[in-house]
């Protein structure tokens, strides 16, 4: 079996589901599981509907909600029942005026869960097709709007559901990006985690491949919206990928690889509007390639925060206390530097930078710098080549540059600048490591 994952911009309307459909049908011989986001702007949607009852605008989440009701009605009978629970689930937040991160994973996961069956009953008008509530299968924790998968116990129900479903000659069609709580409290795997869901249904089940269907032609040397000279990478390794996945390329999200390394299941990035293309290998040892670098990735709203102590010199014991205010506050770390009496990190998550903040402030004295991006480049080979760093540094001698890190892993090299710079930061990499013609490779497509 095959997981194709379809994400909003191939299923954004009903002339994109059906190329996505027809696309499943032509390969319904290798019993293929798809995996389906929202429409594309729905999640945000749906978002942004709970921001205003929250804020408590009643009327202006209604209208909202009418503009996504007719987005989807007519394109398959029988939504009416999903979405008047919506519309229910809207009116008992509205009446308990507040929102709570359950109540807004309950009201987005309305987006998967309708395109999932807009899509189950397109692709049924071509070949034999089943929907699975992707609820009752992927099992996860209480983090809601970021909830964590228990694998094991995921595992177990997609062998009893979905399993005996899937085979050569029908499809099973289920919704990315949502769960249940084991008490059946409906949770979300967090933006962009239809891909996560799509490695990981994978893994559970060995698939023999997980594509992933988007809107571009591969993984990417940077992000087309930045660069648009970027050339798509026929092969990448799962150590590489998952790096720039992690560091902002937005393609993927951060978590999609760790299923599939786990099982070393290659996955594939593929373009819905140019189906025949030989899109990007994501696969073990794809080590390296002509160019040092693979790919460049940027994270913006990135934050800096310096502790500043006396009590570093010399003293054992401080980096352990500075770590563990983090973990305490579950808030993950990326960049980290040090100096004799200072240690500067970087993160993207803000929800709990006050606490973290006052509890920093009993090892030392702290300062934060907002509006910071990190960019990363990522390749295999990047250990053993010479001169990397001056190529980087040196064509950036007007930028100011606030913290380096040649990656613990030896295949990236990540820095922190202005977010205003980043754009530009990026270009001028993409220019000096990708000169000159691009190499008949990546042209390559299948016979
Ligand atoms: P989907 O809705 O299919 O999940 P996303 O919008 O989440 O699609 O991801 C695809 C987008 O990721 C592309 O349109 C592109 O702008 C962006 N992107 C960022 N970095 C890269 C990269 N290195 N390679 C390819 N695409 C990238
Ligand atoms: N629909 C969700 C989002 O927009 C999940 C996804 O598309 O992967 O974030
Ligand atoms: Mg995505």
Known sequence: MIVMKFGGTSVRDAAAMDRASEIVAERIDRAPLVVVSALAGVTSGLLEIARRIA?????????????????????ADGLEPDLDELRGVLERAGSDGRMT?????????????????????????????????????????????????????????LEEIVRPRVGEGSAVVMAGYIGSTPS?????????????????????????????????????????????????????????????????????????????????????????????????????????????????????????????????????GFLRALFEVFDTHETAVDVVATSEVSVSLTLDDERRLEPILEELGTLGTVTIERGLALVCLVGADLKNRRGIAAKVFGCLDDVNIRMISQGASNINLTFVVGEDHADVVVRRLHDAFFEGPEPDDTLRRPG
């Open 184 to 316: 059946g409290e409906t949770s979300t795997l967090g933006r962009g985690g239809s891909d996560y869901s799509a490695t990981l249904f994978g893994a559970c089940l060995g698939a023999e491949e997980v594509q992933i269907w988007t809107d571009v032609d591969g993984m990417m040397t940077a992000d087309p919206r930045v660069v648009p000279e970027a050339r798509t990478i026929p092969r990448i390794s799962f150590d590489e990928a998952a790096e720039l996945a992690y560091f902002g390329a937005k393609v993927l999200h951060p978590l999609t690889l760790v299923p599939a390394v786990e099982k070393g299941i290659p996955v594939r990035i593929l373009n819905a509007a140019r189906p025949d293309g030989h899109g990007t290998v994501i696969a073990p040892g794809e080590g390296a390639g002509d160019s040092p670098v693979k790919s460049f990735a940027c994270k913006r709203g990135i934050t800096a925060v310096t502790v500043t102590s006396s009590r570093m010199l010399m003293a054992h």
């Open 55 to 75: 804020t408590g605008q009643w009327e202006n989440a209604v209208s909202l909600y009418d503009e996504i009701r007719l987005r989807h009605l007519g394109m």
């Open 101 to 157: 991160p359950a109540a807004e994973d309950r009201i987005a996961s309305f987006g998967e869960r309708l395109s999932s069956r807009i899509f189950a009953s397109k692709l049924s008008g071509r070949v034999p097709a089943a929907h699975i509530d992707a609820r009752g299968c992927l099992i996860t924790d209480e983090r809601f709007t970021r909830a964590v998968p228990n694998v094991g116990e995921t595992a177990r129900r």
